[in-house]
């Protein structure tokens, strides 16, 4: 009897830590992202590539689903579990990169050096 109530006590704890632990993932519309590709999880490959995409979350649902879409011509909505999903940051142009940079750089103007007091 003890044994069984011992093993319910550490079951509540592992499940307080693993809830703990858990990331709440929030997808909004438009938000661009990738899908896990569960047919090569098996498979130990360094440079195998896991995540498809990207696509672009169309709707969430209450349930956790996420409806995306293709980027592509032919738009083909799927419906989706939403912790296969992880966002996508979409990369930067060069111009976009260098366009804030220079809003930031201030020129110094230039002051002349002041010579050393002499004694």
């Not at 809830?19 to 130990?44: A, I, N, T």
């Amino acid at each position: 009897m003890q044994a069984l109530l011992h093993s319910e006590v550490i079951q509540l704890q592992r499940k307080i830590w693993h809830d703990r632990h858990l990331k709440e993932k929030q997808f909004q519309p438009g938000d661009w992202v990738l899908l896990y590709d569960s047919r090569y999880k098996d498979f130990k490959g360094k440079l195998r590539t896991r995540w498809l995409g990207p696509y672009i979350v169309e709707t969430c649902n209450e349930n956790g689903s996420v409806l995306i879409q293709t980027i592509d011509e032919e738009a083909i909505p799927m419906l989706v579990n939403g912790h296969r999903l992880k966002i996508y940051r979409k990369p930067l142009s060069k111009q976009e990169f260098i366009e804030p940079l220079g809003k930031s750089v201030f020129v110094m103007e230039q002051v002349p050096l002041s010579t050393p007091p002499t004694s």
